[in-house]
């Protein structure tokens, strides 16, 4: 639906984000799907996008399955925009999915977070996993 519209920055290989597409479609809605590895970020959009989220780099930092200890993001007293700057050097660094939508921006981890930003939700969802999702 383009009156509201949803954009998930999505890497396909993560079960939550293919969970949270999954449950956007399933409330009805044509989410833009941006596979930001594929398509990268820029710093700009990544500021934008994370004080849009109410989020700092260091919070929206992936750990797991991410260069960031290698790199020495995970020391303190690393500042943002050196974060940021490696984020845009590597986009796996980027905890995902964010989601974005007229009611605003969130990491959704878990994914069930997906439904505070929309207007309607399913009825019923259930994860790949089997699990079931309530609302």
Known sequence: MTDFP???FHNPACGTSRNVVAMVEAAGYRPEV?????AGWGADQLRAL???AG?????AL????SPAAELGLLEAGVEDDAILAAMVEHPILVNRPIVTTPKGAALCRPSEAVY???DRTP???VKEDGEPVKR
């Open 6 to 8: 949803v954009t998930v």
């Open 34 to 38: 941006v596979e930001y590895l594929k």
């Open 50 to 52: 994370f004080d849009r």
């Open 55 to 59: 989020l700092t780099p260091r919070q």
């Open 62 to 65: 992936r750990e797991k399955g």
């Open 116 to 118: 505070d930003l929309l």
């Open 123 to 125: 009825d019923g969802f």
